[in-house]
């Protein structure tokens, strides 16, 4: 009886230690092949969806999954879409039933997600083969500790695929001819300078959910993220080419410029916003100061398409801002 017991007890023991080791492999596997969600948002790009979409499973890191929004498209979108599905069945498709914007379909499909790291891919730019594997390397292999974002670099097509540029310009060898600031880019974000390319950024999605995802009061979410995150986190560049950005003219980008233009007008109110909340953000009279800086582009880019109004804000914004600094300095003067 003895030696029965001794011998099932072996077994047990045996059993339970294969199954630890299994359990070992399986987590030394997740941390160093992590999964990583590309949520792909599309509205109104029947044209270049399937070729993004294309670009997200053609990687050459193979822990990927994929989640598409379409937001109520007008065109043959999400028609497009269902046919591309076919021969992919297993991922998952939200198709909206109105049009609700780009921040609440990507905070709709960030509940779904089960990746470590989180790409945001709008369905007319594509991303090169690499661009997922370079910016798992640099999550792994970054000096930062508390790193939330990595990105690179960019090169804007047109419609027709045609090259334009590069967002950071590049020398022969298409490495950027500026270094770029990494670590902690908080005041170079806020100040307005090029710190930010937001469609070539990987985010750790413990970040995003410790930041709680895009601000759905907002027309777009870039500028926001990035204030938020950098106020929190660690940033590191990749001095690659990671994606192809379309320029096109129902381009978010082409819409800050217009005049008379009621997105126009939707998209740089949201900027007044985001910079309310930087304010609150701010620490150091040194940061009162850098975001000064912003408040001075966004009123040109208000007299310049005619929004007389949001000028006005701008104006009173910067003098509350002004009297901030001065009393900061009133108040260090006292102190010392």
């Given at each position: 009886?003895?030696?029965?017991?001794?011998?099932?007890?072996?077994?047990?023991?045996?059993?339970?230690?294969?199954?630890?080791?299994?359990?070992?492999?399986?987590?030394?596997?997740?941390?160093?092949?992590?999964?990583?969600?590309?949520?792909?948002?599309?509205?109104?790009?029947?044209?270049?969806v399937?070729?993004?979409?294309?670009?997200?499973?053609?990687?050459?890191?193979?822990?990927?999954?994929?989640?598409i929004?379409?937001?109520?498209?007008?065109?043959?979108?999400?028609?497009?879409?269902?046919?591309?599905l076919?021969?992919?069945?297993e991922?998952?498709?939200?198709?909206?039933?109105?049009?609700?914007?780009?921040?609440?379909?990507?905070n709709?499909?960030?509940?779904l997600?089960?990746?470590?790291?989180?790409?945001d891919?709008?369905?007319?730019?594509?991303?090169l083969?690499?661009?997922?594997?370079?910016?798992?390397?640099?999550?792994?292999?970054?000096?930062?500790?508390n790193l939330?974002?990595v990105?690179?670099?960019?090169?804007?097509?047109?419609?027709?695929?045609?090259?334009?540029?590069?967002?950071?310009?590049?020398?022969?060898?298409?490495?950027?001819?500026?270094k770029?600031?990494?670590?902690?880019?908080?005041?170079?974000?806020?100040?307005?300078?090029?710190?930010?390319?937001?469609?070539?950024?990987?985010?750790?999605?413990?970040?995003?959910?410790?930041?709680?995802?895009?601000?759905?009061?907002?027309?777009?979410?870039?500028?926001?993220?990035?204030?938020?995150?950098?106020?929190?986190?660690?940033v590191?560049?990749?001095?690659?080419?990671?994606?192809?950005?379309?320029?096109?003219?129902?381009?978010?980008?082409?819409?800050?410029?217009?005049?008379?233009?009621?997105r126009?007008?939707?998209?740089?109110?949201?900027?007044?916003?985001i910079?309310?909340?930087?304010?609150?953000?701010?620490?150091?009279?040194?940061?009162?100061?850098?975001?000064l800086?912003?408040?001075?582009f966004?009123?040109?880019?208000?007299?310049?398409?005619?929004?007389?109004?949001?000028?006005?804000?701008?104006?009173?914004?910067?003098?509350?801002?002004?009297?901030?600094?001065?009393?900061?300095?009133?108040?260090k003067?006292?102190?010392?």
């Open positions: 009886m003895d030696l029965i017991f001794l011998t099932e007890k072996r077994k047990l023991s045996s059993c339970l230690l294969n199954f630890l080791n299994i359990l070992m492999v399986k987590q030394k596997n997740m941390k160093d092949n992590p999964l990583v969600t590309i949520i792909c948002l599309c509205y109104n790009q029947e044209k270049f399937a070729e993004s979409l294309t670009s997200a499973i053609n990687q050459d890191y193979p822990f990927i999954e994929v989640i929004v379409d937001d109520f498209s007008t065109d043959n979108s999400k028609e497009t879409i269902e046919n591309w076919k021969d992919y069945p991922i998952q498709f939200i198709a909206n039933k109105k049009n609700i914007g780009s921040t609440k379909s990507f709709k499909a960030l509940k997600a089960k990746g470590d790291f989180v790409i891919l709008a369905c007319d730019d594509i991303l083969p690499n661009c997922v594997s370079l910016q798992i390397n640099a999550f792994q292999k970054s000096k930062y500790k939330g974002i990105y690179g670099n960019t090169e804007l097509i047109s419609e027709n695929n045609e090259h334009q540029s590069y967002y950071f310009p590049v020398n022969s060898s298409k490495k950027t001819i500026e770029r600031q990494t670590g902690n880019i908080y005041l170079s974000v806020i100040s307005g300078g090029n710190s930010i390319c937001s469609v070539s950024s990987m985010v750790k999605k413990s970040a995003f959910d410790d930041l709680k995802g895009y601000d759905e009061n907002l027309a777009y979410e870039d500028l926001d993220l990035w204030i938020r995150a950098s106020r929190k986190y660690e590191d560049f990749i001095d690659e080419i990671l994606i192809k950005k379309r320029i096109s003219t129902n381009s978010l980008g082409t819409h800050f410029f217009l005049k008379n233009d009621e126009s007008r939707k998209i740089n109110y949201s900027t007044c916003l910079i309310k909340k930087a304010i609150a953000l701010n620490k150091t009279k040194e940061e009162h100061k850098a975001i800086k912003r408040i001075h966004e009123m040109i880019l208000a007299f310049k398409t005619s929004n007389f109004k949001l000028l006005l804000k701008y104006i009173l914004l910067e003098i509350k801002q002004r009297i901030k600094i001065v009393f900061a300095k009133s108040f003067h006292i102190e010392t």
